[in-house]
Nanobody, 126 residues
Framework: QVRLVESGGGLVQAGDSLRLSCAASGRNYAMGWFRQGPGKEREFVAALSWSGSYTYYADSVKGRFTISRDSAKNTMYLQMNSLKPEDTAVYYC??????????????????????WGQGTQVTVSS
């Protein structure tokens, strides 16, 4: 496992942008963002491979959110544009340290990640 520290959440208006950051304490094979809205289950948002060559997005955020990583800093980012009230949630950073993942279905499953951050609140007002 690795230690993950998120930052960048906040309160914004619909249409605004935010960038979330997640600093990892060690190497990993994949990293991802999940979110959990009020009264909802945790859901997949986006993920990427260690190299950043492979990225995956939930349909609900495709075209608005961009996931990236700076390997030198061991930090992952989530640029969120055109935010909507339905994006309101606690956003969690995750990492997988055991082995690589190979498909959307494996990257998008929370059970495939062994490290989690504490979460950062994103609130989008209408």
């Amino acid at each position: 496992q690795v230690r993950l520290v998120e930052s960048g959440g906040g309160l914004v208006q619909a249409g605004d942008s935010l960038r979330l950051s997640c600093a990892a304490s060690g190497r990993n094979y994949a990293m991802g963002w999940f979110r959990q809205g009020p009264g909802k289950e945790r859901e997949f948002v986006a993920a990427l491979s260690w190299s950043g060559s492979y990225t995956y997005y939930a349909d609900s955020v495709k075209g608005r959110f961009t996931i990236s990583r700076d390997s030198a800093k061991n930090t992952m980012y989530l640029q969120m544009n055109s935010l909507k009230p339905e994006d309101t949630a606690v956003y969690y950073c995750s990492a997988r340290t055991r082995s690589a993942l190979y498909s959307y279905s494996t990257y998008s499953a929370p059970s495939n990640y062994d490290s989690w951050g504490q979460g950062t609140q994103v609130t989008v007002s209408s």
